[in-house]
Nanobody
């Protein structure tokens, strides 16, 4: 099983980025896909979770209204559209596939937002 996160980069405050999480080795339908981020010196924290079974998506207050998750089951890929980025969004972003009794992590992609 592999999760490949990509799309990070250096942007300015107010810009947008779209991250991708390509999943191989498992069917997206069977998992909940979470997005996490870890800022320098801080613990990794989740901010979004999508049930690929029900389609239910939850967002933390810190990203609600700015970030949007979508999934393409034909490509086994999940996307994270990030708009109106702020310097406090600077972090390494990770995707996670969780089936309850087992989960898998991608390697992370760096997002840096300059003011």
């Amino acid at each position: 099983v592999q999760l490949q996160a990509s799309g990070g980069g250096l942007v300015q405050s107010g810009d947008s980025l779209r991250l991708s999480c390509a999943v191989s080795g498992v069917r997206l339908d069977d998992y909940a896909i979470g997005w996490f981020r870890q800022a320098p010196g801080k613990e990794r924290r989740g901010f979004s979770c999508e049930s690929m079974t029900s389609g239910t998506i939850n967002y933390s207050d810190s990203v609600k209204g700015r970030f949007t998750v979508s999934g393409d089951k034909t490509q086994n890929t999940v996307y994270l559209q990030m708009n109106n980025l702020k310097p406090e969004d600077t972090a390494v972003y990770y995707c996670n596939a969780d089936r309850g009794y087992i989960d898998y992590w991608g390697q992370g992609t760096q997002v840096t937002v300059s003011s």
